[in-house]
């Protein structure tokens, strides 16, 4: 059936090519539209992910490794969604990521983002209040499981959750991370395959940061509960949900 559909689209293709008039357009902006500054790299995911950022009131662009985090962002961003596997960064990428959030900017880490300076405790004590265990820490190592049918319940009442309820996702599960217990939950599962803890509030004072471990594919990415969540971090951190 699928081969079917597919050699009729290319027989319409054929039949009627497309003018080079016809382009993409994003939509429009808002003036105020909160900066994302996107980092990816070293992990791979789905093209879907970047349906969380079609929004007005979010303005992003992409910045994949080696570029991500190699310039002061400070002036480029208002918001740096962390996406990339980066175990270590070296000194000049910090100074640059550490100044970002210490000037007051935020910070959404999204899914294996948790992996990103597992070796900088600033970072995972202080900041995001998580990290990936690569090595056994008192015999925990990290573990992940693909295709889980998840519920997930709030856990506070957070400007992050308005309009979301509790909810079925279809995602991939961590388990035995490292975990704050200054961290404030927003998000729970009881899945056996689970830690518990599956989005909070990072323990930094002096800047917003936010973890939502959920959105490994497009299963998770074009689940409109995900795309809400991420986009009310966004706006959440940036000060404009409140
Ligand atoms: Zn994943």
């Known amino acids: 059936m699928k081969k079917w559909l597919v050699s009729l689209a290319m027989v319409a293709a054929l039949l009627c090519p497309a003018t080079s008039q016809e382009t993409w357009k ?5 003036a105020d539209a909160v900066r994302v500054l996107i980092a990816t790299g070293g992990h791979d995911y789905d093209p879907e992910f970047y349906s969380a950022f ?3 009131a979010i303005n992003a662009r992409v910045d994949p490794h080696p570029r991500a ?3 002061d962002m400070r002036k480029r961003a208002d918001v740096l ?3 990339d596997t980066a175990q270590t960064l070296e000194p000049a990428r910090q100074k640059n990521l550490r100044e970002f959030v210490e000037s007051g900017k935020g910070v959404v880490v999204l899914h294996h983002g948790i992996c990103t300076n597992v070796n900088w405790p600033w970072w995972y004590e202080q900041v995001v209040g998580g990290r990936w265990l690569f090595e056994p820490v008192n015999g925990k190592t990290g573990s992940y499981k693909h295709d889980v049918d998840l519920t997930i319940k709030p856990a506070m009442p957070h400007p992050i959750l ?3 309820g509790s909810f079925r996702i279809h995602d991939e599960t961590y388990k035995d991370l490292w975990i704050s ?7 729970t599962t009881d ?10 509030i990072g323990p930094y004072e002096k800047a917003r940061v936010v973890y939502i471990q959920l959105g490994h594919d497009r299963n998770a990415n074009l689940n409109p ?3 809400k969540l991420v986009r009310n971090a966004i706006l959440w951190t940036a000060g404009k949900l409140n």
């Open 26 to 30: 994003a939509n429009p902006k808002r």
């Open 54 to 56: 079609d929004d007005q």
């Open 69 to 71: 985090y190699s310039y």
């Open 81 to 83: 969604v962390i996406y």
């Open 162 to 164: 308005k309009g979301i």
């Open 181 to 187: 217990p200054k961290v404030k939950v927003l998000l």
């Open 191 to 200: 899945n056996p395959t689970s830690d518990g803890p599956v989005a909070w």
């Open 225 to 227: 509960n995900w795309q």
